[in-house]
């Protein structure tokens, strides 16, 4: 038995930060065993999760012993918070450490979208038909770029967007008028970017407040022809109202990374079937090589703190 057990994927070299009195069970594949998993938690002190482990109170209680819950991310949705605080649990994640990865896949999404099929014809070139016609698309400069949400992920999508000359707008209630960051953004509220932002782009975590906070009348109330992008948490995003809106030629395209059901069960996948000009990735863009490493360096080091050992 192990004091810490990390039972899904994160960078291995983070684990020098763990002394070496300290025993660890490493195994990312314990995900797929979750008895085995239970029973590793008998005399753990600490268990570590990224997103495929629910994180719940029947889960704690296999671990009567545990202090400590870290999740290799940034957002908690798969932990459920009430039942570690209940217990006298302590969580720690990592925030702001995939900031830049998600930054860069908003913005890298915006401009593929508005260049439709420049980057998916590589069958018409081999082929000869050399289809020039109808692969212009749009610049992003001068466009503007909205985000739902102005955190770490949200400030680093529009710093991105800036900086390819777009300009840049933001709603978010709960961060303060007076702070510095809205210096480099125009403050608005959650109609103001629908209404008026080329591209909107959420950064939201997922609460009662914001489910569906992108629903058939906020997409209706966007501008002909907007792009969405949702690389924030499924459900913040009505996708068959989405789909809708997109087969009505009203939305021109979508990003999404996140989705209501991750993965897919069977049937749900349909809703987006025929749809052209929409981006769909596993849940992945916050995950890069470098954010990884990022990731799991600092919760291994919140982990150790507050275990204090």
């Given at each position: 038995?192990?004091?810490?057990?990390?039972?899904?994927?994160?960078?291995?070299?983070?684990?020098?930060?763990?002394?070496?009195?300290?025993?660890?069970?490493?195994?990312?594949?314990?995900?797929?065993?979750?008895?085995?998993?239970?029973?590793?938690?008998?005399?753990?002190?600490?268990?570590?999760?990224?997103?495929?482990?629910?994180?719940?109170?029947?889960?704690?209680?296999?671990?009567?012993?545990?202090?400590?819950?870290?999740?290799?991310?940034?957002?908690?949705n798969?932990?459920?918070?009430?039942?570690?605080?209940?217990?006298?649990?302590?969580?720690?994640?990592a925030?702001?450490?995939n900031?830049?990865?998600?930054?860069?896949?908003?913005?890298?999404?915006?401009?593929?979208?508005?260049?439709?099929?420049?980057?998916?014809g590589?069958?018409a070139?081999?082929?000869?038909?050399?289809?020039?016609?109808?692969?212009?698309?749009?610049?992003?400069?001068?466009?503007?770029?909205?985000?739902?949400?102005?955190?770490?992920?949200?400030?680093?999508?529009?710093?991105?967007?800036?900086?390819?000359?777009?300009?840049?707008?933001?709603?978010?209630?709960?961060?303060?008028?007076?702070?510095?960051?809205?210096?480099?953004?125009?403050?608005?509220?959650?109609?103001?970017?629908?209404?008026?932002?080329?591209?909107?782009?959420?950064?939201?975590?997922?609460?009662?407040?914001?489910?569906?906070?992108?629903?058939?009348?906020?997409l209706?109330?966007?501008?002909?022809?907007?792009?969405?992008?949702?690389?924030?948490?499924?459900?913040?995003?009505?996708?068959?109202?989405?789909?809708?809106?997109?087969?009505?030629?009203?939305?021109?395209?979508?990003?999404?990374?996140?989705?209501?059901?991750?993965?897919?069960?069977?049937?749900?996948?349909?809703?987006?079937?025929?749809?052209?000009?929409?981006?769909?990735?596993?849940?992945?863009?916050?995950?890069?090589?470098?954010?990884?490493?990022?990731?799991?360096?600092?919760?291994?080091?919140?982990?150790?703190?507050?275990?204090?050992?």
């Open positions: 038995m192990a004091d810490i057990v990390i039972c899904e994927f994160l960078n291995a070299a983070a684990l020098q930060q763990i002394p070496g009195h300290v025993t660890l069970l490493y195994d990312p594949t314990l995900l797929e065993r979750p008895d085995e998993l239970r029973g590793e938690l008998a005399k753990a002190r600490a268990l570590v999760v990224r997103s495929y482990v629910e994180v719940t109170g029947e889960l704690l209680d296999a671990g009567p012993h545990l202090e400590v819950v870290g999740r290799i991310g940034v957002g908690l798969n932990v459920d918070l009430d039942a570690c605080a209940a217990r006298n649990i302590t969580v720690v994640n925030p702001g450490s900031a830049i990865s998600v930054g860069e896949y908003a913005v890298t999404a915006a401009m593929m979208l508005l260049r439709a099929g420049a980057y998916q590589n069958a070139v081999l082929d000869g038909s050399w289809p020039r016609g109808r692969m212009i698309g749009s610049e992003v400069f001068g466009k503007r770029f909205g985000v739902i949400g102005y955190g770490n992920t949200g400030r680093a999508s529009v710093q991105r967007a800036a900086a390819l000359g777009m300009s840049v707008m933001a709603c978010d209630p709960y961060v303060p008028g007076d702070d510095p960051a809205w210096q480099a953004v125009e403050r608005a509220d959650l109609d103001g970017v629908l209404r008026s932002c080329d591209i909107v782009s959420l950064h939201v975590p997922l609460t009662d407040e914001t489910r569906y906070i992108i629903n058939a009348a906020a209706a109330g966007m501008k002909q022809g907007a792009i969405v992008i949702n690389a924030a948490r499924g459900g913040v995003v009505d996708e068959a109202a989405l789909a809708k809106a997109m087969r009505s030629g009203h939305i021109a395209g979508a990003a999404l990374d996140v989705f209501e059901t991750e993965p897919f069960e069977a049937g749900e996948a349909g809703k987006f079937d025929g749809i052209e000009n929409i981006i769909l990735t596993p849940h992945i863009a916050g995950v890069t090589h470098e954010s990884n490493k990022r990731t799991s360096f600092d919760v291994i080091r919140n982990l150790v703190e507050a275990l204090a050992v």
